[in-house]
């Protein structure tokens, strides 16, 4: 096949964003958001907390060893799963509310993707300039001294960042002023040496490096974005009944016949996706709205309405472009769809809160005993054996007297003690062997089984808890 025949190549390179310096309302947003979910993320594992001197005192702990998750006052036990649950379905329903009210603005403010793209964006321009600088600096193929320099300065800064991120994430998994004394004097275990160093470089090379890219191709949310979405969603798209036909204005006036878009390129030149809104939607439109900021201030500039970028639903393009009124956002946002997402996300929260405030500090379980069922002793009574576990959630050992409730009077022995009542260390759960015993005469004796239920008073408040089980009789 000669070189004319030869099909053209299905690859294209990869052309970099460089995304200049906006101001605007949106912008300032988004600085806010970005200072405070870098904050939170950052400085929550050195947040303490005292929980008595025998519980970790860090506010928001992955104790893994101990298998506890701890969240300021609320400690989730590896039984109570069911509340991590609940919160990943509140998060889902959540992400589903807002991208159905306003498309990907997850994406657009608080993935920590965009974020930390947005810093590493920011300290690139710090270092080696705004979009122009930049892009002459990429063009010249040339490596002199001032381009080695600003370069290096720049990845050792992301460097620091990554590090910095990658150290944080491991201070959620165990004590944090201890492990940064660990990780600085050599003593920290491999695992969290090697986490630091995974979480480090994917920080560096997603935020530095793949940028938009990550969002592209490797994220799945823009390609099911669109079920969330529908014509009442509102997301950023230009207003091309009132741009076109676009033109550039002379000396800021737009002429006769032509439309508000000047072809300035500024919504352009500041999208970190690197795409034109004024071509419609598109996968790769985070709705992250700089482009609002920057057409608005070019339109304040030519002394036109502001807005022709903004967020709009799809159903008032239609009718603005026929010359009706749009509604009123709020119409769009507080439609049936997000009233039922919002209905479900707050019926699950308020049973989760009610779950936490019902559960109880202790707690107990039974399991009998079943091989064999019960044993006849030399007197001739009967006893059966049951292994129980007491679940102490308090910060200090607490003692626990034990009896067993029944029709019938029983006798109730606790393997090792010489009374009913057992102690629990701090936040621990201790399985005991019990014993019930009736005489022989008894009517739990010649049954087959009579109902118990095991009662546990926690000595210090008098708080109590019980469970139920069979007493397992001859017959
Ligand atoms: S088109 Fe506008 S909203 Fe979409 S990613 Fe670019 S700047 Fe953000
Ligand atoms: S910033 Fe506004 S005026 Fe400039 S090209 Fe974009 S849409 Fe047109």
Redesign the pocket.
Known sequence: MSDSQQAPSLYAAREPVFPKRVYGRFRNLKWLIMAVTLGIYYLTPWIRWDRGAELPDQAVLIDLASRRFYFFWIEIWPYEFYFVGGLLIMAGLGLFLFTSALGRVWC?YTCPQTVWVDLFILVERWIEGDRNARLRLHRQKKIDFRKLRLRLTKWLVWLLISVATGGAWVFYFTDAPKLAVDLFTFNANVVAYTTILVMTAMTFIFGGFMREQVCNYMCPWPRIQAAMMDTDTLT?AYRHWRGEPRGKAKKGVVAEGQGDCIDCMA?VN????G?D?REGQQM?????????DACDEIMDKIGKPRGL?GYMALKDETSETSGIAPVSPWKHIFRLRTMIYTGLWSLIGVGLMFMLFIRSDIDISVSPVRSPVYITMSDGSIRNAYDIRLRNKHGEAHSFAMVARSDVPMQLEVEGEDYGTVTVPADELRTIRVYLTVPDASSAANSKVTDVRIWITDEANGDRAHADTVFNGRD
């Open positions: 657009g950023v919504c500041v999208c970190p996706a795409i809104i790769e439109c985070i709705t992250c709205a700089l482009c609002i970028i």
